[in-house]
């Protein structure tokens, strides 16, 4: 009869990033905060679905624009944990620090470059998702980012998502990275489902 080893493996806690952007803004529209973090997850998703190898076999078509054109799973989403409308407009998120995520958060970090408000400390965001991906052991260096969006199809979707954002009342100032094991409570690693 087999025994149980004395001690059980222990395993890391999962970690996490959560992307922080602020914004100016002066009563904006509904429609125009609605706009704003439909684009901004817009970005993202197109950027996570064109990286990631676990979507490769993704077409991209127009269809992407649809609330649910994408079929990402519900790990890979980005979640709200707080957002605040006044001055300055913030918006925190969360997403499960996973290889195929380092991409798509480099995605949304190149949106400051773009279209912020501001200009972005670049060398402190790519040392940020850099450490993440040595840490996953992601496989794509961030920067070929703009030549994956090419050869996958998805760079048109990307560029006019980036664009509709710049295009939005809401005016990003700053984006954030914070790395950790942090788990909010409404994040649920368990479950596996897709669209």
Do not use: C
Not at 155 to 165: A, K, N, P, Q, T
Not at 167 to 195: A, H, M, V, Y
């Amino acid at each position: 009869m087999a025994t149980l080893p004395r001690e059980l493996p222990t395993f890391p806690p999962p970690r996490f990033v959560t992307i922080v952007i602020e914004g100016s803004e002066y009563r904006p529209a509904l429609q125009e905060v609605s706009n704003f973090i439909y684009d901004l997850n817009l970005v993202y998703e197109i950027t996570r679905v064109a990286t990631d190898p676990q979507y490769e076999r993704y077409k991209f078509s127009r269809f992407i624009w649809n609330r649910n054109g994408r079929r990402i799973k519900e790990t890979d989403r980005l979640y709200v944990t707080s957002l605040r409308l006044g001055s300055p407009f913030l918006l925190e998120t969360i997403l499960l620090a996973a290889a195929g995520a380092v991409p798509a958060i480099w995605g949304i970090v190149q949106i400051g470059e773009r279209i912020a408000d501001w200009k972005p400390n670049r060398e402190k965001a790519r040392l940020e998702v850099e450490k993440l991906r040595r840490e996953l052991h992601a496989p794509q260096r961030s920067e070929q980012l703009i030549q994956t969006l090419k050869e996958r199809g998805a760079l048109e979707y990307y560029e006019r998502s980036v664009e509709r954002l710049g295009e939005n009342q809401i005016k990003i100032t700053d984006i954030q990275l914070k790395i950790g094991s942090d788990r909010p409570p409404t994040l649920d690693t368990e479950n596996e489902n897709t669209f």
